[in-house]
């Protein structure tokens, strides 16, 4: 049995803003903030977990699940999750959304994983602070 969840980021800012008439939601700083929080600790979770800690290797709006009550976020989508380095075989391709991808990890370089999903947490409370996609000229 899972847990009824309303869906990810985009689908609640989608439903707000029919819901309201309008083209666009953003959350509050304090909502997206919190999020964040959230975010950032399910992380830590997983780069802390024993006896293999893991690297989500896809955050992004997309996997951020939300509550109904809109105060509780959950990280989904473990698909492209891997062993941190040191804790099971290496990992030499890039995966993951291009938009979210730190630097270093789209560049091909070797890279610690947990630092990689940090800098994309990092960009998807941007992303929820702002109202738009990160490098949107790059589209």
Known sequence: ????????????????????????????AGLALGWGCQLLRALHFLHALLPRPLAHRDVRPANLLVAPDLG??????????????????????AAG???????EVRGGAACALDKADVYAAA?????????QR??????
């Open 1 to 28: 049995v899972y847990e009824r969840l309303r869906g990810s980021v985009l689908d609640v800012g989608e439903a707000e803003a029919a819901a309201r008439g309008w083209r666009e939601w953003v959350p509050g």
């Open 72 to 93: 509780t976020l959950k990280l989904g989508d473990l698909s492209l999750a891997t062993p941190l380095a040191g804790h099971g075989p290496p990992t030499h391709f």
């Open 97 to 103: 959304s291009l938009r979210f991808l730190a630097p």
């Open 123 to 131: 960009l998807c409370v941007w992303s929820l602070l702002h109202g």
């Open 134 to 139: 990160p490098f949107a000229s790059v589209d």
